[in-house]
């Protein structure tokens, strides 16, 4: 199946910095990437839908100012959570779908950021 | 609203045969998947139903029914390995997958 990669894995900041999530898809161009929380015990919350080349389309109480997302090319998108606050610490996954194709998502292996 | 509804938590032993439930309510419907997820992992891909029956895959199968807005997961010759979270997720007519909250499955020997 295609792959999609993530990166950082695990990340530890302090309150009050920035951090950034890559997410690429390595074998196949993904024009629409998908970024997920999760919370303990608690199913994907579907955060915002990038779109290669224009302004990604955030869920409602998502704040687009706090979670930045940049789609610039058709393999990387980028989630940046700015001032990074301790209720922030979740698991962020990222997904993309193969253009063409049944809609199967892909995803990548999920960053868990811990933010002290 | 959109709702996908499935058990919290199942408890099985490990050879034998279980059966994951889920129903949907959507607007639209343009399939339905199942994700596999072990405990700090990302969900990985299972199977995919749109039209009404069964798909088999290796030791698991999936079932969907439209009309009743029903669909289950069916894991056969259980391994300790199977204990998991598995996600059910209905796309609706905006092709938008509506996640389940998840079953964990609980393997005994």
């Known amino acids: 199946g295609a792959v999609v990669s993530q990166h950082p894995s695990r990340v530890i900041c302090k309150s009050g910095t920035s951090v950034k999530i890559e997410c690429r898809s390595l074998?196949?161009?993904?024009?629409?990437m998908f970024w997920y929380r999760q919370f303990p015990k608690q199913s994907l919350m579907l955060m915002a839908t990038?779109?290669?080349?224009?302004?990604?389309?955030?869920e409602q109480g998502v704040e687009k100012d706090k979670f930045l997302i940049n789609h610039a090319s058709l393999t990387l998108s980028t989630l940046t959570v700015t001032s990074a606050h301790p209720e922030d610490s979740s698991f962020y996954i990222c997904?993309?779908?193969?253009?063409?194709?049944?809609?199967?998502?892909?995803f990548g292996e999920g960053s868990r950021l811990t933010v002290l | 609203g959109q709702n996908i509804d499935q058990p919290t938590e199942m408890t099985a032993t490990e050879g034998a045969i279980v059966q994951i439930n889920c129903t949907y309510q959507?607007?639209?419907?343009?399939?339905l998947f199942w994700y596999q997820q072990h405990a700090g992992e990302a969900p990985t891909f299972l199977s995919y139903?749109?039209l009404d029956g069964l798909e088999e895959k290796g030791r698991f199968s999936s079932f969907l029914s439209r009309s009743k807005g029903y669909s289950y997961l069916l894991l056969k010759e259980l391994q300790m390995k199977d204990s998991a979270s598995y996600l059910c997720?209905?796309?609706?007519?905006?092709?938008?997958?509506?996640w389940g909250a998840g079953t964990k499955l609980i393997i005994k020997p």
């Open positions: 997904s993309a779908a193969q253009p063409l194709d049944t809609g199967e998502l892909f």
């Open positions: 074998d196949f161009q993904a024009t629409t």
């Open positions: 990038s779109n290669e080349g224009s302004k990604a389309t955030y």
């Open positions: 959507t607007s639209g419907f343009n399939g």
């Open positions: 139903n749109v």
């Open positions: 997720a209905a796309k609706d007519s905006n092709y938008q997958l509506i």
